[in-house]
């Protein structure tokens, strides 16, 4: 509805609530990586202990029913940045939070860590269809329910019930990917009015999720067949044990009526004749059934003699009913995502053949074309030829068909896009051109294309046609993409033969929920092999650093050539390595000779060659090299000898399913990738899932076949995708075993047991494991599996000194007569007693960089998990008291040796850090510049603004303690900065000005002398604390590493001018002591003020008034605390400058003036702005200052090319409003974190429209030598126009005729005879004579109205109160400026709560609409349609006017007046008709003519002749043909219409 216009309340108001738990990068909401809002930010969710119990959570936050799977699909080696969070839930919470959970904190972790959910999703309603059959054994007909779901790859239950009751009368199970459940009724009787329903449910985690019941049926005995649907066909009846046609015999459209209803099918709309849904099979029924057309069933009819069988019929019945108006499907032909100027193409709308005459209305921005189908055609075809920019948007159809008295539409097509642009595609990258992220270049802007939908087909296109070989990479998603652009395309779909991916399918540009993340990413392969088999066979070429490609001469070319070739493909092993052209004689010239690969490069180009042109050798293109690679390949393993069976078929790389797959299929496989011998088969939930429509199955070898595509299987295809895949492990690398030992300490006690524990990677039959000690032969222990185990377990007793040392283990098995060893284990340590630790590079023997000794050599310890209560052990361990920091990221400077530990964590309750749990040694994912630190001491200074000012503690028993501040004096608190290597003592409290401690008070009454070493030294009373409280701590404040202040400036603009106030304030930390500050000038020795700070404050102000050029420069601040005596000043601010005077600014290495790299004059020279927060507020402004026209985009990423200069400005935050960039808030650059790759840029349109009331309409201006001026208006048109608004993105065209209103530029005549066809993207680009800029020949001023800025309509009514008497009549006047080729006005009515619409031409830009009376109540608003060049647009609204209906009088005194007066005018009439009086009134007054048509025959002849003349043109004679006086009025209010300038100058009165 309208805006206000409702009949809500307030207690009615919406609400949303959004969930801040969300599934990405999955196939929908409803399955993917578990990502939870923090603060405003998306992270990523890691979870050591995460199980389908906490997976169940977010799907019933999410909506999405059961939690399936926690499995990830994810194979990346990278890190994400996360959220760490070990929660415990028991799947009913409603929420994340409501569950067990420890502390949370951001830390790195791999894809295997994070948490994915896979919910069932959804649960759609399941469809039930009846279905009668005869069963012979029993006679009877009976009554099949079929209940359809979608296909599940889990087990799911199927209740069906009988309505209105409770309990389901029958329960069926279904197996994974069954998609229905059957069950039969017997006693099949039609007048059983017994209606049925089912639903489906799945229990996980907690209560079972259960879908919707399905729509209730009931079986009726008729059916409509070969329709589009089950509401349109051919009538069939259930009689006798079979469904048979009915004889269409006095059949009428009201038993028609009564079918329908039964089949709840709606209304019918027509009984069809000539039988067009066919005649059926088996005998006809005759059936004398008459309906009145409102029974609700069939069978409620009245008939005489039942239903019989005719051989006489000649058609049957076929009937159409409402339900059958399904949506239309509309399509493009060729469905591309863009296309390209003077192109065709045909936009189809298909609907269901109703046999029926239909009316298609194919809907674009502007017009509606519609198009008459005749009963049997069911496609309507709107062909677009020379196709050009104004085709481009949204399309879509509905249609109508009518039946008796009424008209029904069809529900709206979904919509599909045109868009006309030729695509140019790019691959980003800092090392090649074919690879990296995806862009393309749309709507003049670069932007990329996300990954969703996009596969292996659509990458073969792009390589294709950037003529970059074939694509190699996997992967799609950019996960650590750099775009901040728009995100142009997704869902983009080729079948793989396309010349350009243009011609693809696509969802329309920028309608995607995207983030950068998910960018497309491609790797093109920079060799290929041509005239080959397929893909992976074939004359190889190798790509050019000029991206041209050439040929290998096969001198020398061997295997291991050729196994690089295939890897790079990600082909399977190298099979062949031919020369001599075997695939034929190329026409690319042979480029290098002599390879020498050693088979392990990435890429060709790593090997070692020779150039053609420096060797002697003589290849031509009858010797280039060839390649054959296996066809097959494993994928996802953990070696290439392992993983699930690909098979390359029909240019793609396509799954084989585990259905029949064993091991001598699995034995093929591997002796074609040279693998070895089949160890074992694992279906492909061992490596992962895999998706696909296309599957070989059932796959049947024998063993002795050289290539899988020599065993019998079959290509079949699977609608969902989804499947198990075959799995294969060779002998050819067995994976290493795993090896960790329980419990998981660091160190073990004498006299403990500990358990080793081997694990393999699969279930094998006859393995053996063997555990080792290091520099031992002989295994200490032996153990063979059975085949439903994976692991073995040895336990050390008892452990002595003997028992230390290094442990792996080693596995075996006996394959077909051969045995198969593993490689070692990665090696486990057991020791005994505490570790020896080492704190180095610290200030003392206290603090340092954490070191350990391992197997004779220092190692460090990752800072992943490290805290307090790790730093604590060490600390007790070094006899150093406590830990009072436990910093990370190599604090203390990056060590040299191996990492010997990670993710240590201690509960606070251990001895000593060896009994803390970690990583088994040397495992890690860390690097030194994350080696962990710790300071320790045996007092700290706590809640302070630094490390050496706050409250006192010490250590006690092994905690922190307080100290009772009596007595606490300045050498007491000297002792503790001494201690601390703080310096002075500044400040002693005995008040606690800090935050007040917690934890236990020790120390009270301490007398330190200032000489002692340590604050225990002094004489202290440990037991006279009972009186003391925390509001006593003992505080200080020492002059050591005193916190930098902070200086600020007030406005924040980056200039200023002369006269203008600016105010800076110095902000310090919050010691609670009187402070002195310093305000510094560079250059200036002494500060130029001093400000003093009490204890509560910490904010100094300086005001500079009325600026002048000697307040140029740099200001600092900082402050001093100091005690009788000494005075202790802490380090500078980081200064902040003062500049007087203009910024100027330039865009350069644009197209013109007004588009390019943005650059200030600041600090004496030119420099660059960094792109961050760069938006279009900050571009108006640039555009505003340069005064060029208005901002059209705000770029990044260097656009126009990397500055050479200075980074002058890092970021820059605009509001739009300000006249100069200099006004807007602004930082130097100080941190290196931008770089010249990140400058900022601008384009301003070099064209702008002035006077109009916005930035799309007014008089052209271009820009010329860095000038404005106009544009002549002789021959401009509409073409020139419509190149304007494109260039401004104002839409389209829609005037080209001068408005005086707009007035006249300032600046001179630049242009004159502008030519434009209406296609450029730019104003430069048209045609045009340069004026000599004195004046405009022939012409005025170029003026523009574009779509974007349409003219306002104006609105005024008589009488102007709006309140009108009935029958009195209303006179609304709708007008706008007369500009248009064509205009139609709206006149929209609302009363009484209906609308109505009046339309007419516009004359002269206006229309005059009458309306009389009663009916004219209501509000009035008008708006106009503009025909402009065969497009329509459609103005605003103008304001409502209100028009009520006077109330009847009720003076009764008024109406003895009327009635007088009528009877002595009825007196004067008949007195004067009795002498005949004959008389012409003329008026001089304006109003022309008063006449007594009676007597006109008594007025003299000319008088007569003119008077008759002006009342027959309004009014025709009484008594002409076709006249009545209902005519007249309707004349009347014609004629007012079309002569609605004449209405105010005449009055006609007629007696």
Not at 559 to 588: K, Y
Not at 661 to 689: H, L, M, N, P
Not at 973 to 1002: E, L, R
Request: with cysteine.
């Amino acid at each position: 509805k309208h805006w206000i216009e409702h009949s809500c309340k307030h207690d009615q108001d919406a609400s949303v609530i959004c969930s801040d738990v969300r599934l990405m990068s999955g196939t929908s909401h409803c399955n993917g990586k578990v990502e939870v809002l923090k603060g405003n930010k998306w992270t990523s969710l890691c979870s050591p202990t995460w199980s389908l119990q906490e997976a169940q959570v977010v799907c019933n936050i999410l909506g999405c029913g059961a939690a399936l799977s926690v499995q990830s699909y994810e194979f990346a080696s990278y890190l994400y940045s996360t959220f760490t969070m070990d929660i415990s839930c028991d799947g009913t919470e409603s929420h994340l939070m409501d569950c067990q959970s420890n502390t949370t904190h951001e830390t790195y972790c791999s894809p295997q860590q994070l948490a994915h959910v896979n919910c069932l999703g959804i649960m759609p309603k399941p469809l039930l269809s009846l279905s009668p059959f005869y069963n012979a054994h029993t006679g009877e007909d009976e009554l099949e329910l079929k209940c359809t779901i979608p296909i599940f790859n889990i087990n799911i239950t199927v209740n069906f019930y009988k309505v209105n009751e409770s309990q389901p009368f029958t329960v069926k199970k279904l197996s994974k990917s069954e998609q229905s459940a059957l069950h039969q009724v017997t006693g099949l009787n039609i007048l059983d009015t017994v209606k049925y329903t089912c639903q489906y449910e799945h229990k996980s985690v907690g209560p079972a999720h259960k879908s919707p019941h399905s729509d209730a049926r009931q079986f009726v005995g008729l059916r409509l067949m070969d329709g589009s649907n089950n509401c349109v066909g051919r009538l069939e009846m259930y009689q006798n044990h079979r469904w048979s046609p009915v004889c269409d015999a006095s059949w009428t459209l009201q038993d028609s009526q009564v079918v329908c209803r039964t089949l709840g099918c709606g209304t019918a709309l027509i009984a069809l004749e000539g039988a067009p849904f066919g005649n059926g099979t088996g005998p006809m029924w005759m059936t004398d059934i008459t309906c009145k057309g409102t029974e609700s069933l069939h069978t409620e009819c009245h008939t005489s003699s039942g239903n019989k069988e005719t051989q006489s019929c000649k058609a049957v019945t076929s009937i159409v009913c409402s339900g059958a108006l399904e949506k239309a499907n509309i399509s493009l032909s060729p469905p591309h995502m863009a296309f390209k100027k003077k192109d065709s193409l045909e936009v189809k709308c298909s609907l269901p053949n109703l046999h029926m005459n239909t009316t298609v209305y194919l809907k674009t921005k502007n017009y509606t074309f519609i198009e008459r189908l005749p009963a049997g055609r069911s496609t309507a075809v709107l062909a677009l030829r020379d196709l050009q920019l104004w085709y481009e948007g949204q399309y879509g159809c509905y249609y109508e068909v009518e039946y008796p008295g009424h008209i029904l539409r069809s529900p709206d097509s979904e919509t599909v896009h045109i868009f006309v642009d030729d695509l140019k595609w790019a691959l980003r990258s800092s090392y090649s051109p074919c690879s990296g992220n995806l862009e393309v270049y749309h709507n003049d802007q670069w932007g990329t294309v996300c990954a969703r939908g996009w596969d292996l087909r659509d990458a073969h296109v792009l390589c294709r046609e950037l003529d970059c070989g074939y694509p190699i990479d996997m992967v799609w998603w950019s996960w650590n993409s750099q775009e901040n652009g728009p995100i142009w395309l997704h869902e983009v779909s080729c079948n793989g033969t396309e010349s350009r991916l243009q011609e693809c399918q696509a969802k329309p540009f920028g309608t995607n929920d995207c983030n950068h993340k998910e960018d497309v990413n491609v790797i093109c392969s920079e060799v290929r092999l041509l005239d080959g088999p397929n893909y992976c066979a074939g004359r190889l070429e190798v790509l050019t650093e000029n991206h041209t490609w050439g040929a290998v001469c096969s001198e020398n070319w061997d295997l291991q050539d050729a196994q690089v070739v295939c890897q790079n493909l990600g082909c399977g092993p190298a099979l062949r390595a031919p020369g001599s052209s075997m695939f034929g004689h190329g026409s690319r010239p042979i480029l290098v000779t002599d390879m020498n690969c050693t088979g392990s490069e990435g890429q060709l180009k790593q090997c070692q060659s020779v150039s053609l042109t420096n060797s002697t050798r003589k290849c031509g293109t009858a010797d280039s090299a060839g390649v054959v690679c296996s066809a097959v390949k494993l994928l996802k393993g953990l070696s290439r000898c392992s993983g699930t069976v690909e098979l390359f078929h029909e240019g793609q790389w396509m799954p084989v399913s585990s259905r029949g797959w064993d091991i001598w299929d699995a034995q093929v496989v591997c002796k074609e990738i040279g693998c070895g011998f089949a160890v074992s088969t694992k279906e492909g939930t061992a490596y992962g899932r895999r998706t696909s429509m296309l599957w070989l199955e059932d796959v049947n070898c024998n063993g002795t076949e050289s290539h899988l595509t020599e065993c019998h299987g079959n290509w079949n295809e699977h609608i969902d995708g989804h499947g198990e895949t075959a799995g294969v492990v060779c002998s050819g690398h067995l994976t290493k075993p795993s090896l960790t030992h329980s419990p998981e300490l660091l160190t073990f006690e004498k006299g403990e047991n500990v358990q080793l524990n081997c694990t393999i990677p699969h279930l094998y039959v006859n393995t053996t494991i063997y555990f080792y000690k290091a520099e031992r032969t002989t295994p200490v222990a032996v153990m063979t599996l059975s085949s439903s185990k994976n692991s073995a377990v040895h336990t050390l007793s008892y452990l002595d000194t003997s028992d230390e040392g290094k442990y792996t283990c080693v596995y075996d098995l006996e394959i077909l007569g051969h045995v198969f060893k593993s490689e070692e284990s990665k090696q486990i340590y057991i020791h005994l007693g505490k570790l020896q630790f080492r704190l180095v590079n610290g200030s003392n023997h206290c603090s340092g960089r954490v070191e350990v000794l391992q197997d004779g050599q220092w190692g460090t310890v990752c800072d992943d998990l490290w805290d307090l209560e790790d730093a604590k052990m060490v600390c007790k361990q070094q006899n150093c008291g406590l830990s009072i920091t436990a910093p990370g990221n190599a604090h203390f400077g990056e060590g040299s040796g191996p990492i010997w530990l990670d993710d240590i964590h201690c509960a606070g309750n251990e001895s000593h850090l060896g009994q803390c749990r970690a990583n088994v040694w040397g495992k890690h994912n860390c690097q030194h510049s994350e080696d962990a630190g710790v300071t320790c001491s045996d007092v700290a200074l706590k809640d302070g603004p630094a490390l050496c000012a706050g409250r006192v503690e010490v250590v006690h028993d092994a905690q922190w303690t307080t100290v009772c501040g009596r007595g606490w004096d300045l050498q007491d608190a000297a002792v503790v900065c001494k201690q601390m290597d703080c310096g002075f003592a500044v400040f002693a409290s005995g008040a606690s000005p800090f935050q007040q401690g917690i934890v236990p008070i020790w120390l009270s009454d301490v007398n330190c002398k200032g000489t002692e070493s340590k604050i225990t030294d002094c004489l202290v009373t440990t037991g006279n604390k009972q009186n003391c409280s925390h509001e006593e701590d003992a505080s200080v404040v020492c002059s050591g590493q005193l916190p930098r202040p902070t200086l600020s400036r007030s406005p924040t603009s980056i200039l200023f001018n002369r006269g203008d106030k600016v105010q800076l304030n110095c902000t310090i930390p919050k010691f609670d002591v009187k402070s002195v500050v310093y305000f510094l000038k560079e250059n200036i020795s002494d500060p130029i003020t001093v400000k003093t700070l009490s204890r509560e404050e910490i904010t100094a102000t300086h005001t500079l008034g009325e600026l002048k050029t000697s307040d140029n420069g740099r200001y600092s601040c900082q402050y001093e605390l100091g005690r009788q005596g000494q005075n202790f000043k802490s380090p500078e601010s980081a200064p902040v400058k003062v500049l007087l005077g203009e910024m100027l600014i330039r865009l350069v290495d644009g197209p013109h003036h007004c588009a390019g790299r943005v650059e200030v004059f600041y600090n004496n020279q030119w420099g660059t702005i960094c792109d961050d927060f760069w938006d279009m507020d900050d571009a108006v402004v640039v555009c505003k200052q340069l005064r060029c026209g208005i901002a059209m985009s705000a770029l990044n990423r260097a656009h126009f090319g990397k500055g050479a200069g200075p980074i002058s400005l890092e970021t820059i935050v605009c509001k739009g409003n300000e006249s100069l960039l200099s006004e807007c808030q602004a930082e130097e650059i100080k941190r290196n974190h931008c770089n010249h790759e990140e400058d900022a840029s601008v384009v301003c349109a070099d064209v702008k429209l002035l006077g109009g009331p916005g930035n799309c309409s007014g008089t052209v201006e271009v820009l010329h030598n860095d000038q404005w001026g106009q544009v002549c208006g002789h021959n401009w048109d509409l073409q020139n126009a419509e190149v304007v608004c494109r260039s401004l993105g104002c839409g389209y065209a829609i005037s080209a005729v001068n408005i005086a209103q707009y007035g006249h530029g300032p600046g001179p005549f630049w242009l004159e005879d502008v030519i434009c066809d209406g296609t450029e993207t730019s104003f430069s680009k048209c045609k045009t004579t340069f004026s000599t800029g004195v004046g405009c020949i022939n012409g005025t001023d170029a003026t523009v109205v574009c779509s974007a800025d349409i003219l306002h309509p104006n609105i005024s009514m008589e009488p102007e109160s709006g309140e009108v008497t009935e029958g009195q009549a209303l006179i609304i006047r709708c007008s706008v400026i007369d500009i248009y080729e064509r205009l139609t006005f709206i006149l929209h009515q609302i009363s009484n709560g209906t609308s109505s619409s009046l339309f007419a031409p516009g004359s002269n830009g206006s229309v005059v609409f009458t309306m009389t009376g009663g009916n004219s109540t209501g509000n009035y608003t008008c708006q106009y349609v503009a025909h402009v060049g065969g497009r329509s647009f459609h103005s605003p609204h103008t304001q409502t006017l209100q028009v009520t209906l006077a109330p009847p009088s009720t003076d009764y005194t008024a109406v003895l007046v009327i009635l007088a007066l009528i009877v002595v005018v009825a007196a004067v009439v008949i007195f004067l008709n009795r002498k005949n009086l004959r008389r012409c009134i003329h008026k001089d007054s304006g109003l022309e003519e008063y006449t007594n048509l009676q007597d006109m025959e008594n007025c003299d002849d000319s008088n007569k002749r003119d008077t008759t003349d002006t009342a027959e043109r309004y009014f025709p004679a009484e008594g002409k043909e076709g006249t009545t006086c209902q005519d007249h009025s309707i004349a009347a209010t014609d004629s007012m219409n079309e002569h609605s300038a004449m209405i105010d100058n005449e009055l006609l009165v007629h007696d």
